[in-house]
């Protein structure tokens, strides 16, 4: 099983049960990571568990979101957990779970941002349009997936318009560069 770290996760698993019925079925998904076990509770209903798993650096401790992050993936134990008619326990699935860590970029110096902060002070944007479409006819998709798709849309935009600018610059001092006599 694989779960990203900034990602909620519904997981499902396919049930039979012989002897009780399904409303006296209580089920949790369990992980466990440096001997500490996180619970999610499952639901169960006609053959189905059905477990929400919260974005999963939500969940645990500052400290170990920390150490986690230091790795591209890291490996928990993981297992379903059942309780029968109150007094029955059984774990019908245990298994490793691979929480998968996001990349990140982070800039540490001042003086790198502030680097950045001066190519893209030369830019100049002049093809502005913004449209906004407020039905949901029209845009069936919630808000905040709308804002964040426009929002890495116009980053790359930005960047692209960045790459462009440096080449016309590049292009031009290398252009009187070459017509310079020695």
Not at 117 to 132: P, S
Not at 166 to 173: E, G, I, L, N, V
Request: charged letters at 35%; one cysteine or more; glycine letters at 4%.
């Amino acid at each position: 099983m694989r779960i990203k770290l900034t990602e909620s996760k519904k997981l499902e698993f396919n049930m039979d049960t012989v002897g009780c019925s399904w409303e006296d079925l209580k089920g949790h998904l369990r992980f466990t990571f440096e001997n500490v076990e996180y619970g999610f509770p499952a639901e169960i209903k006609d053959g189905k568990v059905t477990v929400e798993v919260p974005p999963f650096q939500s969940v645990i401790s500052a400290r170990l979101n920390e150490s986690i992050s230091k790795n591209k993936e890291v490996v928990v134990q993981g297992r379903l957990d059942v309780v029968a008619n109150e007094n029955n326990h059984m774990s019908p699935w245990i298994g490793d779970v691979e929480i998968e860590v996001p990349v990140a970029v982070r800039v540490k110096s001042d003086k790198d941002l502030q680097g950045m902060l001066e190519a893209a002070k030369d830019i100049k944007v002049t093809d502005t349009k913004v449209t906004t479409v407020s039905t949901a006819d029209q845009n069936p998709q919630p808000f905040d997936i709308t804002l964040k798709k426009s929002k890495q849309e116009a980053d790359k935009k930005t960047r692209d318009v960045v790459k462009s600018e440096k080449r016309k610059k590049m292009t031009k001092f290398a252009s009187a560069m070459l017509r310079e006599p020695k």
